[in-house]
């Protein structure tokens, strides 16, 4: 069974800097491309940015890009979102998804491309 867990969500300043940690048991953690996601109150859920498998490819939303960075530990199962810069606009639930299947190609776009969710981690940013 699957299993993802989100964590490192909280309260922070505007400009502040806040780390996301992802854990994903019941796979080969290191042949699956992962992704973060987020969904603020009454708005859609939106992609953050995604990191193939082997780390070779990564993408992020323009609101995010020069502020945000994600990365992967393979060897922890571990997936990181880095913040920096937050800004109120960022306050949401964040998720952390994992791609259908083993080695396969994910665009930010194409949620269906993410068969395994967490249940997420609040981040709110205060003015």
């Known amino acids: 069974q699957v299993q993802v867990v989100e964590s490192g969500g909280g309260l922070v300043q505007a400009g502040g800097s806040l780390t996301l940690s992802c854990t994903a048991s019941g796979l080969s953690f290191g042949d699956y491309s992962m992704a973060w996601f987020r969904q603020a109150p009454g708005k859609e859920r939106e992609g953050v940015s995604c990191?193939?498998?082997?780390?070779?490819?990564?993408e992020y939303a323009g609101s995010v890009k020069g502020r945000f960075t994600i990365s992967r530990d393979n060897a922890k199962n571990t997936l990181y979102l880095h913040m920096n810069g937050l800004k109120p606009e960022d306050t949401a639930m964040y998720y952390c998804a994992a791609a259908q299947s083993r080695r396969t190609l994910v665009v930010l776009s194409v949620m269906a491309d993410f068969g395994y969710w967490g249940q997420g981690t609040q981040v709110t940013v205060s003015s």
């Open positions: 990191i193939h498998w082997d780390g070779s490819m990564i």
